[in-house]
């Protein structure tokens, strides 16, 4: 019976396989991918940004769209370089695939405004953004 005899053989063969990486734990969970995300936006992080895009990423955002990670990339470093208004963001929720967040844009300002990314993540990267404004945000009372 000559199958048996090649057991030891294929046993070797398996051994020196290179094991695929294992990922961080919550790498590709939408959630942990978008959180990272987020932080990395308030602290102007435009590599960190960058880790968490796909290469053929697509962002519909209100006066523009963009697609792949280089125009993403450029958006981001015109973005910081002009001081655009402070954000706050967080997570909102997470429903399948999609990470939504929450902003502020100039948080406890007069005329400060709120509204949404919705954020596609496969694979632990984001494949998808798109961003809205919703309005002005509503004064203490």
């Known amino acids: 019976m000559p199958f048996p005899r090649m057991y030891p053989f294929v046993a070797v063969v398996l051994c020196t396989l ?4 294992l990922a961080a734990p919550g790498a590709y969970d ?3 991918v978008v959180t990272r995300h987020v932080a990395a936006f308030a602290a102007h992080d435009v590599d960190g940004l960058m880790s968490d895009y796909a290469d053929d990423v697509i962002a519909v955002l209100p006066d523009t769209v ?8 450029g958006w981001f470093v015109q ?6 208004p402070p954000f706050d963001a967080a997570l909102d929720r997470v429903e399948g695939d999609a990470g939504i967040t929450h902003w502020v844009a100039n ?3 007069p005329g400060a405004v709120q509204g949404y990314d919705v954020f596609i ?8 953004q798109t961003s809205m404004g919703v309005g002005p945000v509503a004064a203490a009372k």
Request: proline share 12%; glycine share 18%.
């Open 30 to 32: 939408p959630g942990a």
């Open 107 to 109: 948080p406890g300002a």
């Open 121 to 128: 993540v496969r694979g632990g990267k984001i494949r998808f």
């Open 79 to 84: 973005f910081f370089k002009a001081s655009g």
């Open 66 to 73: 963009l697609q792949g990670k280089a125009a993403m990339r």
């Open 18 to 21: 290179p094991l695929p990486a």
